[in-house]
C-alpha cells in the first residue's frame, strides 16, 4: 500500500481534503493528514481523523505525538508528502526553508517527492514574489498541481482555485501508473447519439458514456494524446483530453473522419444508432391517430470505415450483446475488420449500458481473455494494458 502524507494548510478549498483522502483511499493509499493551524479554522481534526483512519497531526512540540510518531518518522513513513490546499504563505515558506511549524518541518525532513496544490485568490497567485517562490521549488523538484482557473469563493474570476480532488489524485496516480502508451495518438469514442426526429424529440439508448470517458482518462494517464468523440452525457471532461461534442451518428462519423488521420490507435467505445430517421420533420410532428409509423435508414458503421481506410490505426471496437456473445463478437471483429473488440452481456442485473461496473471478454485475431467484473476505471487500465499489449506486438512482428 502507498503511505502518503497530506498536508492541509489555511484557506476555503480545505473543504475539498475530505473528498481528496477519500479518494486516495479508494486508490489504494494509507493517508496520514497534517493541518496547520490555520486549516484547523477551516476543518475539523475530528473529520479527517474518521475519513484517514489515522489520528490527525498539527503540533511540532506535542509530547504525546512525539512518543507514538515523531516528526522525524512521519516524514519518513510517506512514500509522498502532498499538500493540498497550499497557501500563498505556505509555498513561500517552503521555498524559502523556514521550519516554525509542523507541516513546514516535514517538507524539510521529507525525502520522498513532493507535491503542492496550489489555492488562492487570483491576483496573489499572479503576485512575482508568489510565481517567484513557485519556480524556485519547481526548481528543487517539488510538482505544482494546478491551480485552476475559475470563479474564486472571494467572489472573483481567474486563475487560483485549487484543482478538483479527482484531479488530483489523478496526477498522483500517474506517477505510479506504467506508461505504455507514451505519445501514442488515440481517438475514443464514447456515449450514446441522439438521432433528431423533428426540432423537439430524438431517439436515443442508455449508453452513459462512462466506459468511454473512463478508458480516456486511463488513456491519458498512461501517457497517450487523447481525443474523445462523445455523444451527449453528464460527466465532466476528462482532464487533458481533447473532447469533440457531437449529438448524431453522422455527427460522429464527420468527426471521427476529421480527426483520424494520425491516429495509432482507435477505440469506438460509443452506443451509435444504427438506425436514423429518414428525414427530420421541421415542425414538431403532430399527434393525429391511434397509430404512427417511422421511417428509419441505416447510419454510416464509423468503426467499420475507419477499419477500411489505407493506413488504418490499430481498430477495438465493442460488441454489447444479450445473446451467443462470442459468436456475435467474433464475426463483428472479422467483419469490421477490427484489430480486437471487447465484448460484454447487456441487459442483465450488473454491468453494461449506464451501470459503473462491467466484465469484458476480449477477442483479437489470435487470441481472447477475460476481464472480470469490476468498477469501469479498474477494468479501462486493464483493457488499455492487454490493447498496448496486442498493440505492439502487431507493430514489432
Ligand atoms: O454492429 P454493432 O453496432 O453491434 O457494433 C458495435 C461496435 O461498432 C461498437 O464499437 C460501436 O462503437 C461501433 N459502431 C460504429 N458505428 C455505427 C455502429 C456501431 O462505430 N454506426
Redesign the pocket.
Known amino acids: 500500500m502507498k503511505q502518503i502524507l497530506l498536508g492541509i494548510t489555511g484557506g476555503i478549498a480545505a473543504y475539498k481534503s475530505a473528498e481528496l483522502i477519500r479518494l486516495l483511499r479508494k486508490d489504494n493509499y494509507e493517508v496520514r493528514v497534517v493541518m496547520t493551524q490555520s486549516a484547523l479554522q477551516f476543518m475539523t481534526k475530528l473529520t479527517l481523523q474518521a475519513l484517514s483512519g489515522n489520528p490527525v497531526h498539527s503540533e511540532l512540540l506535542d509530547a504525546g505525538q512525539e512518543n507514538s510518531m515523531g516528526h522525524i518518522n512521519l516524514a519518513r513513513w510517506a512514500d509522498s508528502l502532498l499538500i493540498a490546499p497550499a497557501s500563498a504563505h505556505c509555498i513561500a515558506k517552503l521555498s524559502y526553508g523556514l521550519a516554525d511549524d509542523l507541516l513546514s518541518t516535514l517538507y524539510l525532513a521529507a525525502e520522498c517527492p513532493v507535491y503542492l496544490a496550489p489555492a488562492m485568490n487570483q491576483s496573489m497567485w499572479h503576485k512575482a514574489i508568489t510565481q517567484t517562490n513557485i519556480d524556485r521549488l519547481k526548481q528543487q523538484g517539488v510538482h505544482i498541481i494546478g491551480p485552476e482557473s475559475g470563479s474564486q469563493a472571494c467572489g472573483e474570476y481567474g486563475l487560483g482555485r485549487m484543482s478538483e480532488p479527482e484531479a488530483i489524485a489523478n496526477y498522483l496516480n500517474a506517477q505510479h501508473t506504467p506508461t505504455p502508451l507514451k505519445h501514442k495518438k488515440i481517438l475514443i469514442?464514447a456515449g450514446p447519439t441522439r438521432e433528431a426526429l423533428d426540432p423537439v424529440r430524438y431517439i436515443t439508448n442508455r449508453s452513459s458514456g462512462k466506459m468511454g470517458y473512463a478508458l480516456a482518462t486511463q488513456a491519458k494517464l498512461m501517457g497517450a494524446e487523447v481525443i474523445l468523440v462523445s455523444g451527449p452525457t453528464q460527466l465532466p471532461i476528462p482532464h487533458g483530453v481533447h473532447l469533440v461534442a457531437v449529438e448524431s451518428?453522422a455527427d460522429?462519423?464527420t468527426a471521427?473522419m476529421q480527426h483520424i488521420q494520425g491516429q495509432d490507435i482507435m477505440?469506438?467505445?460509443?452506443?451509435?444508432?444504427?438506425y436514423t430517421p429518414t428525414s427530420i420533420a421541421t415542425e414538431k410532428i403532430k399527434k393525429e391517430g391511434t397509430h404512427t409509423e417511422l421511417s428509419l435508414r441505416?447510419?454510416?458503421?464509423?468503426?467499420?470505415?475507419?477499419a477500411n481506410l489505407n493506413n488504418k490505426p490499430f481498430t477495438?471496437?465493442?460488441?454489447?450483446?444479450t445473446h451467443n456473445l462470442q459468436h456475435?463478437a467474433q464475426d463483428?471483429l472479422a467483419r469490421?475488420k477490427?484489430d480486437m473488440?471487447a465484448a460484454n452481456w447487456v441487459g442483465q442485473a450488473e454491468g453494461g449500458f449506464d451501470s459503473a461496473v462491467n466484465a469484458l471478454q476480449v477477442y483479437w485475431p489470435n487470441g481472447s481473455q477475460s476481464l472480470p467484473l469490476t468498477d469501469k476505471t479498474q477494468l479501462a487500465k486493464q483493457l488499455l494494458i492487454l490493447i498496448a499489449e496486442i498493440y505492439h506486438a502487431k507493430n514489432t512482428a
Open positions: 469514442t451518428a460522429m462519423h471521427v477505440i469506438a467505445a460509443a452506443a451509435v444508432a444504427d441505416k447510419t454510416k458503421d464509423i468503426v467499420a470505415d475507419v477495438v471496437g465493442f460488441a454489447a450483446e456475435y463483428k469490421k477490427l473488440i
